[in-house]
């Protein structure tokens, strides 16, 4: 099928769905007063390695309190790097997250890292002072663990203005890209056809993002019938 046609396509039917949950997106749009805490970034770190691969896995580590209670910040930053390292360890492996060994080692340094920058609120201050999108994104990246995906994914989480033209790409996603029969090659341009996608539909990327993940079933379905 040719691009404009693939386009139009997956905008009609990301529009039916805009539809059919109205009041959807909004709700998660709320999600940006979480800006405003001040261990914003090391609640989203761990939010990314708690879901990263499998998605069940944020209600072990960040659904389950005394899991998560022994990986703030604070209570990690009490500790002495041997007693630092048994923690995590222990409570990745307790969380059931996937890998939990390496997401282990991701939280070890990202945590020296946040500690290098001088705490939570100067690390915090260091990403929302960073020139505009990619900025941001470079930021982020210096994290070990945090990629292009998650990058965005941070941001995005709460509906951060310099990301409301973003796709955060993952497994879901991509399904429905393979479900179009379409391939590519660099995260740019299967960023760029999706945004494509959102302006057809009278979208930004963000919207269209969300309601590609939640609603992964409900895309390939009308793919499939269309």
């Known amino acids: 099928m040719p691009y404009r046609e693939t386009v139009t396509k997956l905008a009609t039917i990301a529009k039916n769905i805009n539809e059919q949950h109205s009041g959807y ?8 007063s979480e800006i405003e805490r001040d261990d914003f970034l090391w609640h989203f770190l761990l939010q990314s390695f708690s879901t990263m691969g499998r998605s069940s896995g944020w209600k072990g580590l960040i659904g389950n309190k005394d899991n998560y209670n022994q ?32 997401k282990a ?4 340094g990202c945590f020296n890292v946040v500690n290098g920058m001088g705490g939570l609120k100067a690390a915090k201050q260091n990403l929302l002072s960073a020139n505009g999108r990619e900025g941001k994104m470079k930021f982020l990246q210096q994290f070990p663990g945090i990629g292009p995906k998650y990058a965005r994914n941070i941001m995005m989480d709460v509906y951060h203005e310099d990301f409301r033209d973003s ?17 590519f090659k660099k995260y740019q341009e299967h ?34 019938t269309a």
């Open 25 to 32: 997106l909004d709700s998660l749009k709320k999600g940006y």
């Open 191 to 224: 960023e760029a056809f999706f945004l494509d996608v959102a302006r057809a539909a009278g979208l930004n990327g963000w919207e269209l993002d969300r309601l590609m993940y939640n609603f992964r079933d409900d895309f390939e379905r009308e793919i499939a």
């Open 71 to 102: 990986v703030t910040f604070h209570a990690l930053f009490r500790l002495s790097n041997e007693e630092r390292e048994s923690v995590v360890k222990s409570v990745c492996r307790a969380a059931k997250i996937r890998m939990p060994d390496r």
């Open 105 to 108: 080692d991701f939280i070890l």
């Open 167 to 183: 796709i955060a790409l993952d497994v879901r996603i991509k399904a429905i890209s393979e479900a179009l029969g379409l391939k």
